[in-house]
């Protein structure tokens, strides 16, 4: 099918229904894959802001259960299967004969005949993942026909059914675009918070750089307000935190259109109607990455920042959202914001473009000074309390040179001075004779191949590595490195090759993992005599540690008929497993959620009864091997843990109740 794009200027009211940038989709195509015809219900929309990435598709509720049959949505072969520890889970996916594929995810299981096939083939691999593409044309399925159950298999964080339409070229569309009746909204986007950050180091918002929050009021007539004065000068960007409701639901799903207007001329247009999804990591150009890592919250942009080049979701409109102040008149600002449905709400404020009367002198202390620094963007932000003079000066000490930088301007008796990184970086502050040195190694330029060296550390940046200029920070301890800010985001891992400080005993069993915000992620690494070479698709912090406890198993259930284990690993994590009965590999699923794995039966005459073996491997190289007898009169332990438990427990209440009715006795006589 050939696809056309229409486009409109989205200046109508919410009554007419703004027209947007849309495709034309073919209605009535599709069956609802869980229970047609009925009302249904989503637990996540089309383009939700999701960690690294868009969500694609749409979040069906499956009543909190398992088990619901999950419906071919239209005539197709099956071009891919999957089953996955992480991601999708098990899934399937159907190519049409009009080029659209369907993408169900997080299935508890297949239906036949594609269960026999892919038990077929992972005991042919002796695996549990595995990546199917049958033959065109191997299995042809109907429409409406039962081609799994919906579960809660992968990365799915409760029972659902991932349900994606994509078009021949890997777009991901939007599925409520295809006229499904089975979901209602008529509930328009909420506004929760507005933000307005400064983009150089001259503009300033409400007389301070950084960011300014506001909280957006619903008035009578259903439209939003500020009541707060904003005056801005230089340049700034709005940021928004919005979500959109649906009827008999309380989940919160993203936006599907934004509209910024600066005196009823549209400055920025944001749709996503469809994505590649090759960039939906780009998600992080288009949130405030950095708000996102320190506050938790995902924030979208209503400009286009630099390095947001790829994502095919904005108008090309001047100056790309970003707004610059200079007149000294007051702005009618509007945002409009809509659901998939055309739903809409809208926001007016006003912003007056007026230069600040900030102080520029501190009142002097006698307190020890303290000085703190960080990086928004371009501009280094230095932080000063407790100076010794009304105007102390700050200097920046290069490598050859220094440059004095007078304060900017002064909030609660702290000052601050700004200086733009693409004029240098400096190696230390220096305010009232107190020196402050800096980790700034080196600039970094987006699309363009560049690289770092020390003695004990060299970093390679691929000409795509980079959304936006990185001005890098380094720092080396013993068996850790530091290597840039966790706040700012990279499309493509950079590649570290790293000495410690101090010699590792166990290379062998040494790794690096990501430590940055408490977090403890294995990466790994090659050792090259007494260096480590790795890859790592985030900035932050690296730690080498050493693993040598092989992971560990416990029998939760035994049986002629279900075995379950629960396995763990007090490090790198668990790598594989395999599951032999009478040294033969039989099936075994894994929840990595639950921590849990079960055997499977390839056929229905299969029985484990024998000596049952599991082997597992962690991601350091450490093995462990577990063994158990099963036999027909085996029954299941978690029952006998279970009633030894109570056991215990309505003995411990028996011997209490004893107790008191002494007590009682004795306190009568």
Same mark, same amino acid.
């Given at each position: 099918?050939?696809?056309?794009?229409?486009?409109?200027?989205?200046?109508?009211?919410?009554?007419?229904?703004?027209?947007?940038?849309?495709?034309?989709?073919?209605? &009535?195509?599709?069956?609802?894959?869980?229970?047609?015809?009925?009302?249904?219900?989503?637990?996540?929309?089309?383009?939700?802001?999701? #960690? +690294?990435?868009?969500?694609?598709?749409?979040?069906?509720?499956?009543?909190?259960?398992?088990?619901?049959?999950?419906?071919?949505?239209?005539?197709?072969?099956?071009?891919?299967?999957?089953?996955?520890?992480?991601?999708?889970?098990?899934?399937?996916?159907?190519?049409?004969?009009?080029?659209? !594929?369907?993408?169900?995810?997080?299935?508890?299981?297949?239906?036949?005949?594609?269960?026999?096939?892919?038990?077929?083939?992972? $005991?042919?691999?002796?695996?549990?993942?595995?990546?199917?593409?049958? #033959?065109?044309?191997?299995?042809?399925?109907?429409?409406?026909?039962?081609?799994?159950?919906?579960?809660?298999?992968?990365?799915?964080?409760?029972?659902?059914?991932?349900?994606?339409?994509?078009?021949?070229?890997?777009?991901?569309?939007?599925?409520?675009?295809?006229?499904?009746?089975?979901?209602?909204?008529?509930?328009?986007?909420?506004?929760?918070?507005?933000?307005?950050?400064?983009?150089?180091?001259?503009?300033?918002?409400?007389?301070?750089?950084?960011?300014?929050?506001?909280?957006?009021? %619903?008035?009578?007539?259903?439209?939003?307000?500020?009541?707060?004065?904003?005056?801005?000068?230089?340049?700034?960007?709005?940021?928004?935190?919005?979500? +959109?409701?649906?009827? &008999?639901?309380?989940?919160?799903?993203?936006?599907?259109?934004?509209?910024?207007?600066?005196?009823?001329?549209?400055?920025?247009?944001?749709?996503?109607?469809?994505?590649?999804?090759?960039?939906?990591?780009?998600?992080?150009?288009?949130? +405030?990455?950095?708000?996102?890592?320190?506050?938790?919250?995902?924030?979208?942009?209503?400009?286009? @920042?630099?390095?947001?080049?790829?994502?095919?979701?904005?108008?090309?409109? $001047?100056?790309?959202?970003? $707004?610059?102040?200079?007149?000294?008149?007051?702005?009618?600002?509007?945002?409009?914001?809509?659901?998939?449905?055309?739903?809409?709400?809208?926001?007016?404020?006003?912003? =007056?473009?007026?230069?600040?009367?900030?102080?520029?002198?501190?009142?002097?202390?006698?307190?020890?000074?303290?000085?703190?620094?960080?990086? &928004?963007?371009?501009?280094?932000?230095?932080?000063?309390?407790?100076?010794?003079?009304?105007?102390?000066?700050?200097?920046?000490?290069?490598?050859?040179?220094?440059?004095?930088?007078?304060?900017?301007?002064?909030?609660?008796?702290?000052?601050?001075?700004?200086?733009?990184?693409?004029?240098?970086?400096?190696?230390?502050?220096?305010?009232?004779?107190?020196? %402050?040195?800096?980790?700034?190694?080196?600039?970094?330029?987006?699309?363009?191949?560049?690289?770092?060296?020390? +003695?004990?550390?060299?970093?390679?940046?691929?000409?795509?590595?980079?959304? @936006?200029?990185?001005?890098?920070?380094?720092?080396?301890?013993?068996?850790?490195?530091?290597?840039?800010?966790?706040?700012?985001?990279?499309?493509?891992?950079?590649?570290?090759?790293?000495?410690?400080?101090?010699? !590792?005993?166990?290379?062998?069993?040494?790794?690096?993992?990501?430590?940055?915000?408490?977090?403890?992620?294995?990466?790994?690494?090659?050792?090259?005599?007494?260096?480590? !070479?790795?890859?790592?698709?985030?900035?932050?912090?690296?730690?080498?540690?050493? &693993?040598?406890?092989?992971?560990?198993?416990?029998?939760?259930?035994?049986?002629?008929?279900?075995?379950?284990?629960?396995?763990?690993?007090?490090?790198?994590?668990?790598?594989?497993?395999?599951?032999? $009965?009478?040294?033969?590999?039989?099936?075994?699923?894994?929840?990595?959620?639950?921590?849990?794995?079960?055997? !499977?039966?390839?056929?229905?005459?299969?029985?484990?009864?024998?000596?049952?073996?599991?082997?597992?491997?962690?991601?350091?190289?450490? =093995?462990?091997?577990?063994?158990?007898?099963?036999?027909?009169?085996?029954?299941?332990?978690?029952?006998?843990?279970?009633?030894?438990?109570? #056991?215990?427990?309505? #003995?411990?209440?028996?011997? =209490?109740?004893?107790?008191?009715?002494?007590? %009682?006795?004795?306190? %009568?006589?």
């Amino acid at each position: 099918m050939k696809l056309k794009f229409f486009l409109f200027c989205s200046l109508l009211s919410f009554q007419n229904l703004a027209q947007k940038t849309r495709l034309l989709y073919p209605k &009535d195509y599709f069956l609802f894959p869980i229970n047609p015809k009925q009302q249904n219900y989503l637990a996540g929309g089309m383009g939700d802001l999701r #960690a +690294d990435h868009f969500h694609a598709g749409i979040d069906i509720k499956t009543q909190g259960r398992e088990g619901l049959a999950v419906q071919a949505s239209a005539d197709a072969y099956v071009s891919e299967i999957r089953v996955q520890t992480s991601g999708y889970g098990n899934v399937v996916f159907l190519t049409h004969p009009n080029g659209y !594929v369907s993408v169900y995810g997080h299935l508890r299981e297949f239906a036949e005949p594609l269960a026999t096939y892919v038990k077929k083939k992972r $005991l042919e691999n002796q695996t549990f993942e595995i990546q199917l593409k049958p #033959a065109v044309n191997e299995f042809v399925i109907k429409k409406g026909q039962i081609i799994g159950y919906s579960g809660n298999t992968g990365g799915s964080a409760g029972p659902h059914l991932h349900f994606e339409i994509r078009d021949i070229n890997n777009n991901i569309l939007n599925p409520l675009n295809f006229g499904f009746t089975e979901i209602k909204d008529n509930v328009a986007p909420i506004f929760q918070q507005l933000f307005i950050k400064t983009l150089s180091t001259d503009a300033r918002v409400n007389g301070e750089f950084g960011r300014k929050s506001f909280h957006p009021i %619903k008035k009578t007539d259903g439209t939003y307000g500020i009541n707060a004065e904003i005056s801005a000068i230089g340049e700034i960007g709005l940021e928004l935190l919005a979500v +959109d409701k649906m009827n &008999d639901t309380h989940n919160s799903n993203g936006l599907s259109c934004t509209e910024l207007f600066v005196d009823g001329k549209e400055v920025h247009y944001f749709h996503l109607e469809q994505f590649p999804n090759a960039v939906s990591h780009d998600i992080n150009v288009h949130t +405030d990455y950095a708000y996102e890592k320190t506050v938790g919250q995902r924030i979208q942009k209503l400009f286009q @920042d630099d390095g947001n080049d790829e994502l095919p979701v904005y108008k090309t409109i $001047l100056q790309k959202g970003k $707004l610059s102040f200079q007149d000294g008149k007051t702005h009618q600002i509007t945002i409009k914001i809509w659901d998939a449905y055309e739903n809409g709400s809208t926001l007016n404020f006003t912003i =007056k473009g007026e230069k600040p009367e900030n102080s520029v002198t501190a009142s002097p202390s006698k307190s020890p000074l303290l000085i703190n620094y960080n990086i &928004d963007d371009n501009t280094l932000v230095i932080k000063a309390r407790n100076l010794k003079t009304i105007n102390s000066i700050a200097i920046l000490n290069f490598e050859k040179s220094s440059t004095e930088l007078p304060i900017n301007y002064v909030k609660n008796n702290e000052a601050v001075y700004l200086w733009d990184l693409k004029k240098g970086l400096p190696k230390s502050i220096q305010i009232d004779s107190v020196e %402050k040195s800096l980790n700034l190694q080196k600039t970094i330029l987006p699309n363009q191949s560049s690289s770092f060296v020390s +003695d004990k550390l060299s970093i390679i940046f691929e000409a795509k590595t980079l959304y @936006d200029t990185l001005y890098l920070e380094t720092k080396a301890v013993p068996n850790q490195v530091e290597i840039g800010q966790t706040t700012i985001p990279i499309r493509n891992p950079i590649s570290v090759s790293f000495q410690p400080e101090t010699k !590792v005993n166990l290379p062998q069993k040494t790794s690096v993992y990501y430590t940055s915000r408490n977090q403890r992620r294995f990466l790994g690494g090659k050792w090259n005599t007494d260096r480590i !070479v790795f890859k790592a698709g985030l900035l932050g912090q690296f730690t080498l540690l050493t &693993d040598t406890i092989p992971p560990k198993a416990s029998f939760v259930t035994k049986s002629p008929n279900h075995v379950a284990i629960r396995i763990s690993d007090n490090l790198s994590g668990i790598k594989s497993f395999k599951t032999y $009965l009478n040294n033969t590999y039989i099936l075994a699923d894994y929840d990595a959620k639950r921590a849990l794995l079960w055997t !499977v039966k390839s056929d229905s005459t299969q029985s484990f009864v024998g000596k049952l073996r599991l082997d597992l491997e962690d991601n350091q190289g450490n =093995k462990s091997s577990y063994e158990t007898d099963v036999d027909n009169q085996t029954k299941t332990v978690a029952i006998k843990k279970e009633k030894t438990k109570k #056991a215990k427990t309505k #003995a411990k209440k028996e011997v =209490k109740s004893k107790k008191k009715s002494k007590k %009682k006795k004795k306190n %009568k006589k």
